[in-house]
T-cell receptor
Framework: NAGVTQTPKFRVLKTGQSMTLLCAQD?????MYWYRQDPGMGLRLIHY???????AKGEVPDGYNVSRLKKQNFLLGLESAAPSQTSVYFC???????????FGPGTRLTVL | ELKVEQNPLFLSMQEGKNYTIYCNYS?????LYWYRQDPGKSLESLFV?????AVKQEGRLMASLDTKARLSTLHITAAVHDLSATYFC?????????????FGKGTHLIIQP
């Protein structure tokens, strides 16, 4: 049981490049989330999904897109990366409403 | 807009001492979560507090929730070095649990021998 996994673990992009971060969970959770963590800012919600085929905007959605084509996967896309998107990205999932969220190991992204 | 404030943001303390971290939030919510993060690592769930008056304890850590005061506390008893980490509290954005969490900025805790 791997829990929540994220790929890649590290990535360096140039401004304007695009990439997709993959989150996978094997716990059959309905709810999945993408957060970014910046020094001194805590974690901020980017997008979330309450089930397969559904997504919604979180606190800081600009510059990101997401898709949830399969229940176990939640993809985060950056269409045109900017230096302000340099951050550590965490994916999380939860089984039910008000349940605890389980976090993946994170992806450290640097945009030059 | 939900705001979650932790204090202190930085705490250096000696082993064997007791201390409390505070988490205040700005709108009504019945659910509050505490997480621990070690440097360079992911977040580990510590406590899930789901109702007013909830109290949970694990080892030297005890968390409580007062929804009327919009306040949660994380109390550390007889601190040991292994508890050095950053601790985050988080609150449901919309009260229903499905909309993600709003996190405090974290309390960076250093416990010195």
């Amino acid at each position: 049981n791997a829990g929540v996994t994220q790929t890649p673990k590290f990535r360096v992009l140039k401004t304007g490049q695009s990439m997709t971060l993959l989150c996978a969970q094997d716990m059959n959770h309905e709810y999945m989330y993408w957060y970014r963590q910046d020094p001194g800012m805590g974690l901020r919600l980017i997008h979330y999904s309450v089930g397969e085929g559904t997504t919604a905007k979180g606190e800081v959605p600009d510059g990101y897109n997401v898709s949830r084509l399969k229940k176990q996967n939640f993809l985060l896309g950056l269409e045109s990366a900017a230096p302000s998107q340099t951050s550590v990205y965490f994916c999380a999932s939860s089984r039910r409403l008000a349940g605890e969220q389980f976090f993946g190991p994170g992806t450290r992204l640097t945009v030059l | 807009e939900l705001k979650v404030e932790q204090n202190p943001l930085f705490l250096s303390m000696q082993e064997g001492k007791n201390y409390t971290i505070y988490c205040n939030y700005s709108t009504t919510s019945d659910r509050l979560y505490w997480y621990r993060q070690d440097p360079g690592k992911s977040l580990e769930s510590l406590f899930v507090l789901l109702s007013n008056g909830a109290v949970k304890q694990e080892g030297r850590l005890m968390a409580s929730l007062d929804t009327k005061a919009r306040l949660s506390t994380l109390h550390i008893t007889a601190a040991v070095h292994d508890l050095s980490a950053t601790y985050f509290c988080a609150v449901d954005r919309a009260g229903g649990g499905a909309d993600g969490l709003t996190f405090g900025k974290g309390t960076h805790l250093i416990i010195q021998p």
